[in-house]
C-alpha cells in the first residue's frame, strides 16, 4: 500500500462542473501539501497544512479550495475552472511543516486534471 | 530569492553508464537541504537522495550519489550503471523559506539499450 494515495488518477470536467480531489496519507505525518505540475513548468506549491491549519496559500484562485478535516485526508474542491487549470495535481505530505533536516515530502501518484 | 536551476531539459544515456545531472541553487540561507525526486511517467514523485548544507560527506544511496560543492551552488545526482528503468524525470528541490520545498524544471533522462 503506497503512503499517499490520491483519487480519482484522472479526472475530465467542463469549465462549469464542480469536483474534488482526495488525498490521503497513512504515514502519519503532520503536514500535508498540494502542488499543480503544468507542462514544462515547475512544480508550483499551492497549499500548505499543518496539523489541519493552513499555513500557506500561494496566490491560487479561489476556483480552488482546499479542506483538511484531519491530518490524514486532504481535499482540492475545483468549480469554474479554466482550460489553463489542466495539470497534473500532487498532493504530498511530510513529518511536520516546518520540521528541516531531511524530512523528504513523499508524493501520491497525481490526478491528470483535463478541462474541456 | 532562493531559486533551483536545472539546465538539462534533457539526456541521452546507453544503459549501464554512468550519468550526471546537473542542479545549482541559489539561497542566502545558511543552512539549506537538497533533495533529488525521479518521476516515471505514470507521474508518481519518488524521492530519491537527500543532502543538508552541513554534511560533510556526499550523500549516497544504492547507485544513487550527490556530488555537492558548496562553494558552487551545485548539487549534481550521480546514477551509476544506468538501468531502462531509471528513464524519467528527474527533480532538484530545495528546501526554501519556511521549510517548503522549490522545485526545477526537471529533466527527461532516456536510457538507450
Known amino acids: 500500500e503506497t503512503g499517499v494515495t490520491q483519487t480519482p488518477r484522472h479526472l475530465v470536467m467542463g469549465m462549469t462542473n464542480k469536483k474534488s480531489l482526495k488525498c490521503e496519507q497513512h504515514?502519519?505525518?503532520?503536514?500535508m501539501y498540494w502542488y499543480k505540475q503544468s507542462a514544462k513548468k515547475p512544480l508550483e506549491l499551492m497549499f500548505v497544512y499543518s496539523l489541519e491549519e493552513r499555513v500557506e496559500n500561494n496566490s491560487v484562485p479561489s476556483r480552488f479550495s482546499p479542506e483538511c478535516p484531519n491530518s490524514s485526508h486532504l481535499f482540492l474542491h475545483l468549480h469554474t475552472l479554466q482550460p489553463e487549470d489542466s495539470a497534473l495535481y500532487l498532493c504530498a505530505s511530510s513529518q511536520n511543516y516546518g520540521g528541516g533536516g531531511n524530512q523528504p515530502q513523499h508524493f501520491g501518484d497525481g490526478t491528470r486534471l483535463s478541462i474541456l | 530569492a532562493q531559486k533551483i536551476t536545472q539546465t538539462q531539459p534533457g539526456m541521452f544515456v546507453q544503459e549501464k553508464e554512468a550519468v550526471t545531472l546537473d542542479c545549482t541553487y541559489d539561497t542566502s540561507d545558511p543552512s539549506y537541504g537538497l533533495f533529488w525526486y525521479k518521476q516515471p511517467s505514470s507521474g508518481e514523485m519518488i524521492f530519491l537522495i537527500y543532502q543538508g548544507s552541513y554534511d560533510q560527506q556526499n550523500a549516497t544511496e544504492g547507485r544513487y550519489s550527490l556530488n555537492f560543492q558548496k562553494a558552487r551552488k551545485s548539487a549534481n545526482l550521480v546514477i551509476s550503471a544506468s538501468q531502462l528503468g531509471d528513464s524519467a524525470m528527474y527533480f532538484c528541490?530545495?528546501?526554501?523559506?519556511?521549510?517548503?520545498?522549490?522545485f526545477g524544471s526537471g529533466t527527461r533522462l532516456s536510457i538507450r539499450p
Open positions: 504515514l502519519g505525518h503532520n503536514a
Open positions: 528541490a530545495m528546501r526554501g523559506r519556511l521549510n517548503t520545498i522549490i
